[in-house]
Every structure is written in C-alpha cells, then in structure tokens.
C-alpha cells in the first residue's frame, strides 16, 4: 500500500485543516486506516482510526470531539478533519494502513504495516 498525505500547514488557534491521505496498490475498502501524530521531542501517538468494512472510529481523547475521521472508499481516500485547532496540536500528522481485515481496530503503530510521509500541522497560539 502506498500512502500520500497533505493538507497539513499554519493555522492559529481555533482554526481548522482537513488532512487527507490517498492510497493505493490495494482495495481500499478492505483496509483500515489510521492518522498518528509526533509532536516535537514525543513518541508517535494515535489520533484516530478507521476499519475496513463497518467504518467504525476511534478517537484519542485528546482530540475526541475536535476531529473527525472519514473515508471515501470510492477515492480510495481517509480524512481527518480537526476544529478548534491547539497548539498542543502541532505535529508531524501521518497516515497509516492495515490491511489485515481484522475485526476489531488497530490503535498501536505496530499494528500498521504501511506509513505515509508525514504533513506538518503548526498551530500558532
């Protein structure tokens, strides 16, 4: 799986930024899809996820009700959608995949076989 993510940049507090992350080199409908972040000096932590199949989500506590994640099956496509932007926000977002069509959601990095690049989001206070 190949994974391209964009849509990250500047934005004060408050605002909002829709990342997105387009795959490719498997069906996308049967891969589970995740967006971590790094902020500076930190480990990888989730921030959402998203299964194969049913679509169900998850969502880090620190952003549960400021972020919404999506697909579009069809544009073999995930967003994350983030309002009400932080500067605890800022970080290096990357997208995740996978493709192991299991039942329950994958929340750990080691659960993810296929890594995007990484879009910085920046937010100013």
């Known amino acids: 799986v190949q994974l391209q993510a964009s849509g990250g940049g500047l934005v004060q507090t408050g605002g909002s930024l829709r990342l997105s992350c387009a795959a490719s080199?498997?069906?996308?409908?049967?891969?589970?899809m995740g967006w971590f972040r790094q902020a500076p000096g930190k480990e990888h932590s989730i921030v959402a996820a998203?299964?194969?199949?049913?679509?169900?989500?998850y969502y880090d506590a620190s952003v549960r009700g400021r972020v919404t994640i999506s697909r579009d099956n069809a544009k073999n496509t995930v967003y994350l959608q983030m309002n009400n932007l932080k500067p605890e926000d800022t970080a290096v977002y990357y997208c995740?995949?996978?493709?192991?069509?299991?039942?329950?959601?994958?929340?750990?990095?080691?659960?993810?076989?296929?890594w995007g690049q990484g879009t910085l989001v920046t937010v100013s206070s």
């Open positions: 995740a995949a996978d493709d192991r069509r299991r039942p329950f959601t994958s929340l750990s990095l080691n659960e993810y076989q296929y």
């Open positions: 080199g498997r069906t996308f409908a049967n891969i589970t």
């Open positions: 998203i299964t194969w199949g049913a679509g169900k989500t």
